[in-house]
């Protein structure tokens, strides 16, 4: 009688475990394929580009434009075509504005009734491997700049944490990304050329036209148009990839310790986001240098399944607790288990937005992002993690990013070593969720001033004049020297009507 009674006790204990497992399974699994069939009715979104309106990639403020010009790839051809039209604008009283690959939020790249630049064409790159510099046209894209370098065994110092940029628009925000212990993109510049609103050509460097050098970059094209630049690369390098869960307060400490025990090349961190936790736990992830890499060491695409089951976790946290819940327990418990451990420097940087952007024709997403003492983060987390919540707003993700003293641009974000905070939200188009979203903006920016800290400037434009001054102390400096170089002031966009010296349209 043992034997089956025993028998019988064993089928009883599997089958109670089969029970805990699919109820264990069963929940997360219909959750991503709800979210599957969701986006399977939805269709990679394009902002509208011409030939009469535009809008940037928020999608929320589409512009009546009086022309757009796409250059041709030709240099020659293409600034005797920029000459002629600025001498066009100038007769008509028309504003120029420049457009790259449009991922700012504001309306930096085009004027209500102005001409539009599109520098897409400029695209071409050369490298002085004696110095180790990228010569650059600024409509070239990173992601074209990856592969470049990669076939000889370099890669870009600094851009953002994606790929589908282009240089010129990197430069005109003076842009940051995951690697760890640096300035941001200005300091990697050795010099550049830039059109001025009266047709001449001169190159700025540290040296050479500076003042124009430290307005220009992070000048989002108020200036004159970037044409091309020379910049500073470094090897590609091999990495392990590390990853460690820490409470916010000793986020800080945890990224220094992690620094001093080993070569990092790149790090980053993510903050839980859930209702339980929120923004009081971080995953730290690390790569650490482990050899160079070789010439031509392969970018691997990822499969298709894995793209979309990626996607899938990321955008059913959308509007969803329990999507964000297991997003944060996949992310920290499961992906060392399902990603890999080893990759190199080029591959990290060949990040597409396809695995999260927003295909939802009625929603968009939004990012801002503030800079605050190292020594003050958790103090502004505090604040923030009060001010979120008021306003009822579907934050998806937050990233930590390490970023030293820019001593090289104007209109700078890093006034010191600094703790950037990518904020990344959800929100309906609407002016009803855009109103919301800019009262939420105005606190969360008041919090990071309050702690010494800063905000940045290529998206929305919610932030009140005061907050701007307050927040660019050499603003005027700036407007000056730009009104220096473009009497007339051909070059505008949204920001420059928002914040300049004599706005059209004043904020309150």
């Known amino acids: ?242 990853r460690k869960l820490v409470p916010s307060p000793e986020y800080v400490a945890e990224l220094d310790a992690a620094v001093r025990s080993g070569p990092v090349g790149l790090a980053f961190g993510r903050l839980n986001v859930t209702r339980r936790r929120f923004l009081e736990q971080a995953e730290l992830t690390t790569f650490v240098r482990t050899s160079d890499a070789r010439p031509g060491e392969p970018i691997v695409e990822l499969a298709p399944w894995t793209v979309s089951l990626e996607r899938w976790i990321f955008r059913g946290s959308q509007g969803s607790e329990y999507g964000k819940e297991l997003r944060w327990s996949l992310e920290t418990s499961f992906s060392p288990w399902f990603f890999e451990r080893r990759t190199h420097r080029n591959q990290v940087m060949q990040t597409r937005v396809d695995l999260y952007e927003n295909r939802d024709p009625t929603q968009t997403d939004i990012l801002q992002e503030y800079f605050v003492p190292r020594e003050r983060l958790e103090e502004f987390l505090r604040r923030v993690r009060a001010v979120v919540p008021a306003h009822a707003a579907d934050l998806l993700n937050v990233t930590l990013r390490d970023v030293r003293r820019d001593d090289d641009t104007l209109l700078r974000y890093a006034d010191g070593d600094v703790v950037a905070l990518v904020f990344f939200f959800s929100q309906p188009r609407s002016e009803e969720a855009d109103a919301a979203m800019q009262a939420l903006t105005r606190e969360l920016i008041d919090a990071s001033l309050l702690v010494g800290g800063r905000y940045y400037l290529p998206y929305r434009l919610h932030a009140s004049r005061k907050q701007f001054q307050r927040a660019y102390p050499k603003h005027e400096t700036f407007f000056a020297l730009k009104r220096a170089v473009d009497p007339d002031e051909l070059f505008q966009n949204q920001f420059y009507r928002a914040y300049g010296p004599a706005p059209r349209a004043e904020m309150a």
């Open 1 to 242: 009688m043992r034997n089956p009674e025993r028998r019988r006790a064993a089928r009883l204990a599997a089958g109670l475990v089969s029970i805990v497992l699919a109820a264990a399974v069963a929940r997360p699994v219909v959750h991503v394929v709800r979210t599957a069939l969701r986006e399977r009715g939805f269709s990679k979104l394009t902002p509208v580009w011409g030939p009469t309106d535009v809008e940037d990639i928020s999608r929320l403020n589409r512009t009546r434009v009086r022309a757009m010009t796409r250059l041709p790839e030709d240099e020659a051809g293409a600034i005797e075509m920029l000459r002629r039209l600025l001498r066009d604008a100038k007769e008509q009283h028309l504003s120029v504005s420049i457009a790259g690959a449009r991922h700012s939020m504001g309306g930096h790249t085009f004027t209500p009734d102005g001409v539009v630049v599109d520098m897409l064409p400029l695209r071409a790159m050369s490298l002085d491997d004696q110095r180790n510099l990228l010569h650059v046209q600024a409509g070239a894209k990173w992601e074209d700049v990856i592969p470049f370098l990669g076939a000889r065994g370099l890669s870009v110092s600094i851009m953002q944490s994606d790929s589908p940029f282009t240089v010129g628009g990197s430069l005109s925000v003076n842009c940051h990304g995951w690697q760890n212990d640096r300035p941001p993109l200005a300091s990697t510049v050795e010099s550049f050329r830039l059109l001025l609103a009266d047709g001449r050509i001169i190159r700025c460097s540290r040296t050479e036209n500076s003042e124009i050098f430290s307005a220009a970059l992070g000048g989002y094209g108020l200036l004159g148009i970037i044409l091309d630049a020379d910049l500073r690369v470094v090897p590609d390098a091999r990495y392990r990839i590390e």
